[in-house]
């Protein structure tokens, strides 16, 4: 369903038709800001697959938050993926592509948050990042002000990452369900700007909801930790500790390395989340363009995550390193004219002898297997 902004039957919208004919530029295509995003989205894809699969060469990188830290690597990951679906099927769009002349008054300016969810289901990836981030680092810095606050009981408590991660997923999970109902059942007929931006692409109540959560969420756990770290560096933090300097040294590790990752997580998923809302509050349907920049700075998390990889990891050639270990084993594939004895027998020895001591191992276990029956 759309609107032919020139017949309105509802007479909510008659100021919304003034103020698009008063300032025409809001009603433009933003042609060139979806560009940028596109750009943006593809260059952050590209970061993110690569560390995100690095995180998954060794179990002991990015230790003690591995698993933490490959989840964000894979919520980030999707959130690129679902802007450039966005930047892409806009701009390819040819209905959007006829207000790039300067067209203002157009049957697309506005749509019902109905037809933002059923037109941009990628959509769903980017409500899903942004409300998992956040449940990440409030979870995150709990857990390291636990572990302060009451550091002999959890000397003995467990906490597996597996669990809480299935459990933020779950609750993100069941608000992305409370977002679709009031877009598709209760409100489908609730107006919003063509952009259908995630915050409010499911209707402003539910907007304002999944606003305040995740502003709440990053800047608790983003406080929670830095009162972690705090407590660890006091004078007393060895007595508070009960004189185990070994846990003391451990937990100072693992709050730097946990602050890390929540400040990059609140700059780039907090902050952006607060300018929203106040643009919002500003103006409803204007600064469009002003909108669509803040907007990008979720994907631009990208950056911050490069930084996380030269920080968190510590063990490992690194993803150079290992990217020229391969190149080397892809070379001595096969024997070159110039290469030296050393060489060639180094090669025989690691990559030929090693396959028949592997298979001359595995006949004596066979054999031996054969025996036993």
């Known amino acids: 369903m759309m609107m032919n902004m020139k017949d309105f039957s509802n007479p909510d919208l008659n100021g919304i038709s003034i103020y698009l004919t008063l ?26 697959v690569i560390i ?56 697309e300016i506005l749509v019902p ?41 959890f000397k003995v408590v467990r906490v597996r990452r597996t669990p809480i991660v299935l459990f933020t997923l779950s609750f993100v999970l069941l608000s992305a369900c409370i977002g679709y109902t009031n877009s598709l059942f209760i409100q489908p007929f609730e107006w919003t700007f063509y952009t259908c931006e995630n915050t409010w692409a499911y209707g402003d109540n539910y907007g304002f909801f999944q606003a305040g959560l995740i502003i709440a969420q990053q800047y608790f756990g983003w406080f929670f930790c830095f009162y972690a770290w705090c407590v660890v560096r ?33 700059l780039f998923n907090g902050f952006p989340e607060i300018s929203i809302v106040v643009l919002r509050l500003i103006s409803e349907f204007g600064l469009q363009r002003i909108k669509i920049i803040v907007s990008q700075f979720f994907i631009c998390k990208c950056f911050a995550n490069i930084i996380l990889y030269f920080v968190l990891d510590r063990m490992g050639p690194g993803i150079i390193g290992l990217f020229k270990k391969w190149w080397i084993k892809r070379r001595k594939m096969r024997v070159e004219p110039s290469d030296s004895v050393a060489s060639v027998s180094y090669y025989v020895n690691n990559r030929i002898g090693g396959k028949f001591k592997t298979n001359s191992k595995n006949r004596q276990l066979q054999t031996r297997l054969s025996r036993q029956r």
């Not at 059923?118 to 981030?133: A, G, H, M, N, V």
């Open 23 to 48: 300032n025409p530029d809001e009603g433009a295509f933003l042609g060139q800001e979806y560009r940028i995003q596109l750009v943006l989205s593809i260059i952050a894809l590209f970061i993110n």
């Open 52 to 107: 995100y699969a690095y995180a998954y060469s060794s179990r002991e990188r990015f230790c003690p938050h591995v698993t933490m830290f490959r989840t964000m690597m894979f919520i980030d990951t999707l959130n690129s993926i679902g802007y450039l679906l966005d930047a892409f099927t806009t701009l390819i769009n040819k209905n959007l592509m006829d207000l790039e002349n300067g067209v203002v008054i157009s049957s």
């Open 113 to 153: 948050v109905q037809k933002c969810t059923s037109d941009k289901p990628y959509s769903f990836f980017i409500l899903l990042s942004r409300q998992w981030t956040a449940m990440l680092t409030l979870v995150m810095g709990l857990e390291r002000f636990l572990f302060v606050a009451y550091p002999l009981w």
């Open 234 to 266: 006091r004078r007393n933090a060895l007595r508070h500790f009960g004189s185990n300097r070994i846990r003391l040294q451990s937990e100072r590790r693992k709050i730097r390395k946990a602050i890390w990752m929540i400040s990059a997580m609140t």
